[in-house]
């Protein structure tokens, strides 16, 4: 079961009596409200302590000597940069799994914090008073008394980080394992991480606070030069496509989308590798375009299939013990002939002549999980991967750099199942929450509305943040796909819908022509209600200039607490 917002930020109220009219009559009321500042971190202040890991179970505590902190030849340095505190790592003689920094503030117990998610969220981002085991990875930000302050590393860090905040400190965790042991850095220094943080004004909204310090943390994001919306088929045939419903779809699309606007695109989703239905995709791909659309194809490249030189794959051990996933093969990219096979997947993908690419499932294949069961951890130990020299980290850029790489400086690249912060700068969409569904409302609700409004800051300041498609299916009431549609349309991420056969009538139509031309703008949204609700209700849009505020009632008849 998905967690969910564990309170709400507290109300003072002031009680005027009729007792005390005369006295509070006398006194100015700006002395009455005045509230205590929020503590703020400064990390570039020297922590309180740093310890280094060899397993979690062999803990090494350092000892400072000015911007250097040792346990024998194991050093870890800290230096203050034009941009943040650089945290690197020497350890010629010890497989360092973790690094964790502690520096000591006093905070209020009435404090919320919120935190971002590995790969894709769950629904289970928000707000939530301290809970000091919670982990929060990649960056985090502490809210009292409309005050905001945010703590995290730049994105393409060299380690998985992750923040606690707790009412005696803060904690960073960098992880610098290779698989699940530690890596082999030899004589090599690891620059771990760079540290930001931004004191929030008092005042400012969150969402203000939160895109400030998403921006801080990616100094040059990779943004598409149109807006991202078209069509992709995967809610309506869940992968039974064909080679006719997609050039509908791209039909479809072409004749709703503006004009005067950019071309939309069409994206063949996973189905497409059946040869019987697909004999030719380079074909496929001009058809696309024949029909005023823009081809975009689904890969998975990392995934191998039976027959697979077994020296070039992944070891089992890394699903732990789900042992059903044991035929999930996956190359190892530190392999550079498994390496070259996955990205000659994308290079064949551009070959055909796709004007975007969607990659998935990445990260469930070189970690073993998915987002929602990693917890603190992204990946089980004992197992490495076969180059033991790099981290985790490392590794997942080098592949995120070499489909950069095959897919050329012309190709709109979308992240599925991605680490957004290791994507940031590299493509120019990703997928930010789990699969919504055009088969059950209550997983478009939970999965898609929570994503897009708690990972909106991250919108044009990492990537183009993409919450999912809206499906727009027979199984789907009506009016719940029509706000979903709407809120999706205003906010200025992409805009792909899956238009299933025979549910689009003359008010679907209106309904997509009318969002794709405000997509078109390039919107921009706010949750107003994310400190009451996982599923923020209230929305503030900006377009053209102007302000616009709307209501939508995601679950009238209640949310399921069930699995979906």
């Not at 996973?270 to 005023?292: E, H, V, Y």
Request: hydrophobic share 40%; with cysteine.
């Amino acid at each position: 079961m998905k967690k969910t917002s564990l309170a709400l930020l507290s109300r003072r109220d002031l009680i005027l009596g009729a007792t005390a009219s005369a006295s509070l009559a006398a006194t100015p009321l700006r002395a009455q409200s005045v509230k205590p500042s929020l503590p703020f971190a400064d990390l570039r202040e020297t922590p309180a302590q740093i310890t280094a890991f060899a397993g979690l179970d062999n803990a090494r505590p350092l000892t400072r000597s000015g911007s250097e902190w040792r346990a024998g030849d194991l050093v870890v340095t800290l230096d203050n940069s034009r941009t943040g505190t650089v945290v690197s790592l020497a350890a010629p003689s010890v497989a360092v799994t973790h690094l964790r920094l502690r520096w000591s503030l006093r905070y209020p117990e009435d404090i919320v914090v919120l935190g971002d998610a590995w790969e894709r969220s769950y629904g289970d981002l928000g707000w939530r008073n301290v809970v000091a085991e919670r982990p929060l990875p990649w960056y985090c930000a502490v809210h009292q008394n409309g005050t905001t302050h945010c703590y995290g590393v730049e994105t393409g860090a060299a380690s998985l980080g992750m923040w606690q905040v707790d009412t005696a400190g803060i904690t960073l965790w960098l992880d610098v394992r290779n698989g699940g042991e530690g890596v082999l850095l030899g004589s090599r220094v690891l620059k771990a991480a760079t540290l930001v943080a931004r004191r929030g004004d008092r005042g400012e909204s969150i969402h203000s606070a939160l895109s400030a310090f998403c921006r801080t943390m990616c100094p040059s994001p990779r943004l598409p030069k149109t807006t991202v919306y078209g069509s992709n088929d995967w809610y309506y045939a869940y992968g039974k496509n064909t080679a006719e419903g997609i050039l509908r779809d791209a039909e479809l699309v072409a004749a709703l989308a503006p004009s005067n606007g950019p071309k939309p695109f069409a994206i063949v989703d996973d189905g497409w590798q059946n040869q019987q239905t697909f004999p030719d995709m380079a074909a496929l791909t001009a058809q696309i375009r024949s029909k005023g659309a823009r081809p975009g194809l689904w890969i998975r490249p990392l995934q191998a299939h039976a027959g697979t030189d077994p020296k070039l794959l992944l070891p089992d051990v890394r699903f732990g013990r789900r042992r059903e996933r044991f035929n999930d093969l996956a190359y190892d990219p530190t392999i550079p002939e498994a390496r070259e096979a996955a990205l000659n997947t994308m290079r064949e993908a551009v070959r055909w002549g796709n004007d975007l690419v969607k990659h998935d499932f990445s990260t469930y294949e070189l970690f073993g999980g998915w987002g929602s069961e990693m917890g603190a951890s992204m990946t089980t130990g004992g197992w490495h991967f076969n180059d033991r020299s790099l981290t985790n980290a490392e590794i997942v850029l080098n592949l995120y750099r070499g489909l950069r790489e095959a897919a050329g400086e012309q190709t709109v690249v979308i992240g599925c199942n991605t680490i957004g912060h290791l994507a940031a700068g590299l493509f120019e969409a990703n997928r930010t929450g789990d699969d919504v569904s055009g088969r059950a409302w209550e997983r478009t609700r939970r999965m898609g509305v929570n994503t897009l409004a708690f990972r909106l800051p991250q919108n044009r300041a990492l990537f183009i943040v993409d919450a999912d498609c809206v499906p727009l299916t027979k199984a789907i009431a009506w009016e719940k796909t029509r706000i979903w549609l709407d809120v999706v349309a205003r906010s200025g991420t992409t805009l792909i819908v899956s238009p299933e056969p025979g549910a689009i009538g003359a008010e679907q139509k209106a309904a997509l022509r009318e969002a794709f031309a405000i997509a078109a703008t390039t919107p921009a949204a706010t949750a107003d209600d994310m400190l009451q609700s996982n599923a923020p209700e209230r929305w503030t849009f900006q377009q053209n200039g102007g302000i616009k505020k709307a209501n939508y009632s995601w679950d009238e008849d209640g949310a399921s607490p069930f699995s979906i």
